[in-house]
């Protein structure tokens, strides 16, 4: 999966299990955030994974060592390389658990897919800046992707941002 003529993005889903899961509406709910967000052209992956391999990079990475369900991994350039004309400047990665997926679908009673979606507009968010640790933040971010999960028609239970 990548770029169409009719979209300057590129994004790449892919699964690491083998799992029931319809990656075209994986990459729909992405390309709808950035569509929202008029992101200029760029390239994402996403990666759907295992509770063992989301606890090992949220280790390596974040320095917890548990499981979670969304990891975003913004590509920040360092040193001489600059962006090649003509092409979408990589984003970044997302990885996301499968199983912590299902899970949180169920307590929250949604379908899977529901909460897959909205994990990837999630992620995709934290790869355009948008930021959660604060409770200001959290509104905002959850106030769009509650916008954008509504324009695909996705109903998903979101608790309230400010109980976190």
Known sequence: MGVSEESPYWIDVQSEGDWEIDLEVLRRAALAT???QKAPPVEIAIVLTDDESMQELNRRFR???APTDVLAFPNEPRGPFVHAPGFPRYLGDIAISYPRAQQQAAEAGH???AELQLLVVHGVLHLLGYDDETATDRARMWAVQEAILRALGVEVILPDP???
Do not use: A, I, R, Y
């Open 162 to 164: 400010s109980s976190w």
């Open 111 to 113: 379908s899977t897919m």
């Open 34 to 36: 950035l569509l929202h």
């Open 63 to 65: 320095g917890t060592d």
